[in-house]
Each structure stands twice: as structure tokens, then as C-alpha cells.
């Protein structure tokens, strides 16, 4: 059955910018205004704005909270002071990924998970369901999905930081430490905005520094026209999914459905570094554990084509250099910065090896490509 | 904003455009195709020799974000391609009825194809 899709509250902005809109998520969203490369290029030079309202919020708060947070996500919660934040996954106890989010610490007790759109009730279900088989008691704790009453916007871009400060008020206004532009990369921070309150996250999915800001739907509009406004000094402009995609995919960022599923795990693709083994149980720790103690099967490889050839596109299958196949594209399109086809691609263990030369098949026709460290582009 | 669709030319309901000198067949996409699917990174063209059927796919263009299938309108064997597409694939976005040509098929039957829609026709289609 065909479900309908929801429009965000910057619908009318997208339309009025010229924005092609498409499903995605469940949601009807701008795939690009002026061109993929054209602002994918403009957000590596000065600054792109993203709608980012399909994303979900959920607010954990309470004296148990912590302990919750813990036991549901693979970062260690306790290195998170009020004001922090970490990149974080929620497994089954397979080890599969149900997502992967952001875990801001806003003050004691109370946190805010910023999740993908396309995985909310997954992830919801699955809170739900750690809740009911743990022994917290349900006075000690309060989960809402407030993703129906908040939005957000990415503002993204070496130039961002130097405007920033121009567009929010802050609420402490004689501690010069509660500036955006004093916000470090993953910290969180309260400001106002016509006498609303907004979150500012130092944090995107873009490799570029940038913040996004979280406020109710109501106020998105108008903050969306503010930072434009504001951000013509900086030559900031709108940038649709489309110019998303390349950017994270050049940083090799992973994105849920693609590197993530769950039938894949953290360690396979790569993302050790947020799974602490050491914090005590979790959701998953058993499995990721063996993992990390048997080894992995296969691997979350960057990869980048050494000749001309279409782009890779996920599912396209991967052949060793003696036409083997060795795996499979989960990510691939055409490098705006670097002007070649770029991707991820789950492969092989034995194969994994950045240097190694591998093949794309594109079409029944073999494309020859090399394993590259991640992530693929970085700033000359 | 819409888009040009030159009267001398005859289209295809999947976005195609013909111009039948004789019993050879230029084919290209239209403006509105290229609009559609936005910025072209990368054309693949059939071989020179390749007998085609029409409505077979037969080329693939790649925007940043997806590739997608062009059918040939007309049935006949592919006599020329339009090679500088391989450099200049933006070619088809800038000029698609000119600089923009995918390829030429000395058509198996000369006689005008059927099914391909006059520019009006084609118009109505596209809603504009």
C-alpha cells in the first residue's frame, strides 16, 4: 500500500528555490536546487543549508537514563558531560545495526537521540522493547518521540563559523564561551532565537565544519530564511539530498540501508571506534565481541575508480584483479570534488587491504578500481 | 519553465527524439529528459554494427545520483555514435537537439516509424 509521504515545514521554501522534490524516507524532500555538483562544490568552498526536519528526535530523560542509554547503544554514555555529544549505533543482540544516531548529553539526565527518518519506528520498537526486558523501573525514566514537534537544518561549510554568531543570541550573554562559533566539534549548546529556545549541534554529514539546529517546526521556516539571509556574506545556499549523499559518501560516512543494515555490524563496517567493549553489557556486546575477537568475514572498503567508466552504484558486484567476486558496492556515484566514480563496498577480509586493485562490474563489463583509505576525499 | 521541443522533430513517449533524414535516423533525448534527470556525468552509447529493435534499450546516461536507460524509437543498425559525449557528456544537457545527438541508425524499415508522436503530441504528454 502506498503510504503517503509528509512534507516538512520548509515544503514551500524547497518548491520556491526550485527544488526537485523526491520520496525519500517516507518523507518528500529536495533532491538538489541548482545541481548536485554545483552545490556539492558550494558546500566544500563556502556553505550549503540542508533540511534535515525528516530526521527523528527522541528525548530520554530521568535518573535511570544513563543506565538505559548504556545498555541500548554501543558508546560509552558516561564520557558525555551536558553539552556533548557522540556518534553512536543501537544493535541487536546479533550484533546487526537497527541505526546508527547522535547522542547529545543536553544537561544531567536528560538526552536527545537524533535518528535516521526511514529507521524511527525500528529504533522506537526497539527502545520499547529494551525498556520492557530491563529492570529499570518505569518512574525512573521518560522516553518521547518528539520528532513530530521539532526540526532541524544543517548549515555546513568552511565559511559557516565565521557568520554563525550573527544569527542566535546567547542565552548566557556575558560568558563569551556560549557563542556558537565557541561550540566544538560535537558539543551542544542552548541559544536563542526570537526569544525561542534552539539546539545547536557542532556536528553534519558533510566532512565540512558546521552546526545543525534543532527547533520546534514552527520557528524552521523563519531560522531557514534568517540563515540565508544571514549567510549571503558567506555565500551560503540551499543543498538538497542529492548534494548530502555525495559529500558523506566522499567522507565515507555510512548511511543506514546501504553500509548499515541489520544484517551487517559496527565491526564490519568499520566502526570499532564507537563500540565500547570495555563499558560493560549492552545490546549486541556478545556478538561484537566475538567479532572482534574471531575476526570478521568481510569489510566496509572506500574504493575509487582508476580509469574511466560510468559511476559504481550499490549492488554492482566487486571482482579481486583475477576476476574473482569478492563482494559487493553498498555505495557509488561520480566524485564531484575529485570528478571519478568513487564508493564503499563490503568485501572480502583477505581483500580488504587499501592499495589492493579490485574491479567494478558495471553493467556485465569489468572497470578496474583501487582500495583507498577513508575517507576518500580530503581538503588539499 | 518550459522546454523546447523543435517541431521538426518527431518523439518518443520515453523521452526520445528522431530526425529521419532519409533512411537514417539521428536520436537524441529531449530538453525535457535532460532536465529531468539533471546533470549528465557519464553517456554509455551502443556499438557501431548494433542491430536494434525499436523501444530496446540501447544507451545509459548517469546523472550524479542515478543512471537511467535510453530506448531506441526507431528499429535499424547503429551506423555512427556520438563520440565527444564520452568528454562532453554535459553536451546533452546544453544542446540536446544538436551537440547533444546519442546516435544514427540506417533504419531496417524507411518508411516513417510508427508509434513516435509530432512535437504537439509530445508537448501534451509532458503536460506543458
Known amino acids: ?380 | 519553465m518550459s522546454s523546447q521541443i523543435p517541431d521538426t522533430l518527431k518523439y518518443a513517449k520515453t523521452h526520445e527524439w528522431v530526425k529521419v533524414d532519409g533512411d537514417t535516423a539521428t536520436v537524441g533525448i529531449t530538453d525535457h529528459a535532460q532536465a529531468e534527470l539533471t546533470e549528465l556525468v557519464f553517456v554509455e552509447l551502443p556499438a557501431v554494427g548494433r542491430a536494434l529493435q525499436a523501444g530496446e534499450a540501447c544507451a545509459v546516461v548517469e546523472s550524479v545520483k542515478t543512471a537511467s536507460d535510453i530506448y531506441s524509437p526507431v528499429s535499424g543498425e547503429v551506423i555512427e555514435v556520438n563520440e565527444s559525449l564520452a568528454d562532453e557528456p554535459g553536451a546533452v544537457n546544453n544542446d540536446p537537439y544538436n551537440e547533444g545527438w546519442f546516435f544514427k541508425v540506417r533504419m531496417s524499415d524507411s518508411s516513417t516509424p510508427d508509434g513516435l508522436l509530432c512535437a504537439e503530441d509530445y508537448k501534451a504528454l509532458i503536460g506543458e
Not at chain 1, 556533548?84 to 545495526?97: F, N
Open chain 1, 1 to 380: 500500500m502506498e503510504q503517503q509521504l509528509k512534507k516538512t515545514s520548509l515544503y514551500e521554501r524547497h518548491v520556491s528555490h526550485g527544488g526537485k522534490m523526491v520520496p525519500f524516507g517516507g518523507w518528500e524532500m529536495p533532491v538538489q536546487y541548482s545541481g548536485i555538483k554545483d552545490e556539492h562544490l558550494a558546500v566544500r568552498k563556502h556553505g550549503g543549508l540542508f533540511d534535515i526536519c525528516h530526521m527523528g528526535e527522541f528525548k530520554i530523560s530521568g535518573p535511570a537514563a544513563k543506565t538505559f542509554l548504556n545498555h541500548l547503544l554501543t558508546n560509552n554514555v558516561e564520557k558525555l558531560q551536558p553539552g556533548d555529544g557522540q556518534y553512536s549505533l543501537m544493535c541487536l543482540a546479533t550484533g546487526g545495526v537497527v541505526d546508527d544516531l547522535y547522542l547529545y548529553c543536553l544537561e544531567t539526565d536528560v538526552y536527545l537521540m537524533i535518528v535516521n527518518a526511514s529507521r524511527l519506528d525500528a529504533d522506537w520498537q526497539w527502545m520499547q522493547k529494551a525498556l520492557e526486558a530491563g529492570s529499570i523501573q518505569p518512574e525512573n525514566i521518560r522516553c518521547e518521540d518528539l520528532s513530530n514537534q521539532l526540526g532541524a537544518v544543517a548549515v555546513q561549510g568552511p565559511k559557516v563559523r565565521s557568520w554563525i554568531d550573527s544569527c542566535f543570541t546567547a542565552i548566557d550573554p556575558g560568558n563569551n564561551d556560549s557563542r556558537v562559533s565557541q561550540l566544538k566539534k560535537n558539543q551542544i549548546g542552548a541559544f536563542q532565537f526570537e526569544n525561542q529556545k534552539v539546539w545547536i549541534g557542532a556536528t553534519g554529514y558533510t566532512g565540512e565544519d558546521g552546526f545543525e539546529v534543532i527547533a520546534s517546526n514552527d520557528t524552521i521556516p523563519v531560522i531557514w530564511d534568517m540563515l540565508l539571509a544571514k549567510g549571503h556574506v558567506g555565500c551560503l545556499q540551499p543543498a538538497g539530498l542529492g548534494a548530502r549523499d555525495t559529500l558523506r559518501t566522499e567522507m565515507c560516512y555510512p548511511l543506514y540501508g546501504h553500509e548499515l543494515t541489520t544484517e551487517t555490524t559496527p565491526m564490519e563496517a568499520g566502526l570499532g571506534f564507537f563500540v565500547d567493549l570495555d563499558k560493560g553489557d549492552f545490546m549486541g556486546r556478545a556478538a561484537l565481541l566475538a567479532q572482534k575477537e574471531k575476526g570478521i568475514q568481510r569489510r566496509c572498503v572506500a574504493f575509487q575508480m582508476t580509469g574511466r567508466s560510468a559511476p559504481p552504484r550499490p549492488d554492482y558486484p566487486v571482482l579481486s584483479g583475477d576476476g574473482e567476486r569478492i563482494g559487493i558496492v553498498t555505495s557509488g556515484t561520480s566524485s564531484p570534488s575529485l570528478n571519478n566514480g568513487i564508493g564503499m563496498a563490503y568485501i572480502n577480509t583477505a581483500s580488504a587491504k587499501p592499495g589492493q586493485n579490485i574491479a567494478i562490474e558495471i553493467r556485465g563489463r569489468s572497470f578496474p578500481a583501487e582500495i583507498v583509505k577513508k575517507p576518500i576525499y580530503r581538503r588539499a
